[in-house]
């Protein structure tokens, strides 16, 4: 999905007090054709002006809206290991629109402790907390092991969102959207992409 790039270039554009933009710019700014840019925001509604071009606030508003980032997202993390704990101090999340609701994890030396001015709880406490905070997204920072397991927990608790950082598939329910973080695989892409072109034997 290319809305997220679309967003931070035309947040970009705003930045330097740009009011309108084409698509031409827009898509040069991504490596895109115009006319692909005009296709993929055709595919939510018309927004851009024949020889005007797009208006920069009120399109960074309506991929907000398309994308559900126009309203608050309490959200939970299992697992304040290494990960978890950068997780949860990463500012990056609140000014998108996440906000870090509630730690969660198993070890007992943890539990209770505090991290990015939070609570850590236990696992016992996730449905109630999860409830009582209206929380709707969950991020597994665990071993492998347990990732299922936590997923479930969740799942169970109300959350209908993973984002799952545990090198694992994970089997889920079809309504509930997963999202899956691999940095493993992520740098053997890029380790593939540098051999290929020969840019690492140099």
Partial sequence: MRLSLYLRRLELFAGSD?????SRRLGSALGLTDAQVRKDLACFGQFGRPGVGYQVQKLIAQIKKIMGTDRRWPTAIVGIG?????LATYGG???RGFDIAALFDTDSRKVGQRCAGLKIHGMDRLPDVVKSRGIKIGIIAVPAFA???VAG???RAGVRGIMNFAPVMLALADHIALQAVDMAIQ???LAFKLNSGGAAKK
């Fill in 82 to 86: 290494n990960m978890g704990q950068a």
């Fill in 18 to 22: 740009q009011e309108t933009v084409s």
């Fill in 153 to 155: 927990h969740l799942t």
């Fill in 187 to 189: 740098l053997e892409q």
């Fill in 147 to 149: 990732a299922q397991e």
């Fill in 93 to 95: 999340f609140q000014k």
